[in-house]
């Protein structure tokens, strides 16, 4: 039976909620017809100015400005408990304390270093051990600066190994020190690997794959259910855990997986007025489209929801025989043609980044093959800047590059070597930490926008970028909107393997029964 339409609306039942939609960065829309259950990925704007992209859904179910969310949840560690040497850095021009603030969070603000400089970085930078970007440029806090200097690395030293000269080493020293976490790991490394290239514990960089809960979204950990999660608590989770919990809002409790919370596809059915899922007809089109016409018997996507547990046959966009998956994970994303996706070796992270920075820096290239005398690299990202220089972009996922610092840093400094004018920035995603200087970190599993602002930020003072391409950058960071959706789409579908013209698999199989 075809699914009814509900007149809910989000400007009657939360006006709260409708008061921060983005009238300009929302154009196309009319918040009068957007449903308080709604997919839809639309922009914000808090009570502070601070301008975000969330479904709808999840605003409804409690999620509010990521950068207001940086505040320190009660009773959580400040900065100046876990790092008390950036406080002497804090700059008066803030118009918050550090004691507001916890080591994870990801707002950004001024810092003033020893020499002077004044300059901004987030916070959760700043805690894993980056430094001012012009001392590091210019070097000119290698032969100034101890280790006396740098108390919250001081306190790491291992006493036992350490020689009695300890304090007095440079930041830039090569001796090698024993160092030990607060975990109880050791290790040794030398003292510039901690400091300039912002090395951590390797043991905590192989076992946290994933942020906890509450540094990553505090705003989900303060919904976590207190007593109906048999004990477990929200900093024992990671933000990319599959552990299915229970939660706790203002209108009830619910069960849902932690990732899919934090990816924004899960929400309290109460608050979010999804008891059904939508249609998905009137949710994804383009994923209605691929529907098979013939293997669903009589079903139509008409008749099934995004969120839909039941297995259905699905046309492949490149052509490839139909395949069996159920409706929610491909709606997630979670699923897709297997014989494209086996073959597809670069993830849709790393391409949709790409997109976004390449209609600002203009005539870059994905997968760019150069041949070394250390072996053959395929580069992620290559953006010249002119005849004989050019900026390298490696993006690192946090999972395929929580055990790869030794091999990322050989590829980086490879590149670097055999072509000189070029310059190698690798991105990070969270928990994993700078490996060099110039590299730069983004949220884990943040969205395309958010991620090439923060590397656009980081690229312009790095080179002499041309004029033209400085006000692309001015102007993509104003408006607050990604640009590249089609760009990475188009790249994604290039990719997909042609289809074979024969194919020895047996035919599939019609459904049979009555699914809803």
């Known amino acids: 039976m075809p699914m009814t339409r509900r007149t809910r609306f989000l400007v009657n039942e939360h006006p709260a909620i409708a008061a921060q939609w983005h009238p300009e960065l929302n154009a196309d829309l ?86 002077g400089h004044e300059y901004q970085a987030r916070i959760s930078n700043r805690s894993r051990g980056t430094g001012c970007p012009a ?16 108390p919250e690395l001081l306190a790491q030293v291992d006493p036992d190994t350490a020689p009695a ?17 607060s975990r109880g790991h050791r290790w040794e490394a030398k003292v510039s690997h901690r400091t300039v290239a912002g090395s951590g514990c390797p043991a905590c960089a192989r076992r946290q794959r994933a942020p906890a809960l509450p540094e990553a979204r505090p705003d989900l950990a303060a919904q976590w259910h207190p007593a109906r999660n048999d004990g477990l608590t929200a900093e024992a989770v990671t933000a990319g855990s599959h552990r299915l919990v229970w939660w706790k809002c203002t209108a009830g409790e619910f069960r849902a997986k932690v990732f899919h919370r934090v ?47 039941v297995p259905v046959w699905w046309l492949c966009p490149a052509g490839h025989e139909p395949w069996s998956a159920q409706v929610a994970p491909v709606f997630m994303g979670r699923q897709g043609c297997p014989r494209c996706r086996k073959r597809t070796s670069v993830s849709r992270q790393e391409t949709e980044l790409f997109a976004e920075l390449q209609l600002v820096l203009t005539g870059g290239e994905q997968q760019y093959p150069l041949q070394t005398p250390h072996g053959r690299y395929r580069l992620d990202m290559l953006f010249p800047t002119d005849h004989d220089h050019a900026v390298v972009v490696e993006f690192d996922g946090s999972y395929w590059h929580r ?3 030794a091999r990322d840093r050989l590829k980086a400094e490879a590149v670097e070597h055999h072509r000189p004018g070029w310059m190698v920035v690798r991105v990070r995603e969270q928990p994993l930490r700078p490996i060099r200087h110039r590299d730069v970190v983004v949220p884990y599993l943040t969205d395309p926008f958010t991620a090439a602002s923060i590397v656009l930020e980081h690229l312009m003072p790095l080179t002499a970028w041309p004029d033209d391409t400085r006000q692309r950058a001015r102007t993509y960071l104003k408006g607050g909107r990604r640009l590249g959706a089609a760009l990475a789409q188009r790249l994604i579908n290039e990719r997909q393997p042609a289809a074979s013209p024969a194919d020895d698999r047996p035919t599939p199989q019609p459904l049979t029964g009555t699914h809803s």
């Open 165 to 181: 000269d300890v304090t007095e080493l440079l930041v830039n020293s090569r001796v090698r020190l024993g160092w030990h976490c």
């Open 263 to 309: 990816r924004g596809v899960a929400a309290c059915p109460s608050c979010s007025g999804r008891v059904r899922y939508q249609a998905l007809t009137s949710e994804s089109p383009e994923l209605a489209a691929l529907w098979h016409p013939s293997l669903n018997g009589a079903l139509t996507p008409a008749e099934v929801t995004d969120g839909a547990n």
């Open 403 to 405: 055990d790869a610092q």
């Open 30 to 115: 009319d918040l009068a017809k957007i449903g308080p259950g709604s997919h839809k990925a639309v922009f914000w704007r808090c009570d502070s100015g601070h301008v975000w992209q969330a479904q709808v859904h999840s605003r409804v179910a409690g999620t509010g400005c990521p950068q207001c969310a940086g505040y320190l949840p009660r009773g959580r560690t400040t900065l100046s408990e876990h790092s008390p040497g950036l406080v002497a850095e804090w700059h008066a021009r803030n118009d918050a304390a550090p004691e507001q603030f916890g080591p994870a969070s990801q707002r950004k603000v001024w810092w003033r270093c020893p020499v």
């Open 135 to 150: 001392c590091a440029r210019a070097g000119r806090d290698a032969p100034t600066r101890r280790l006396a200097d740098v």
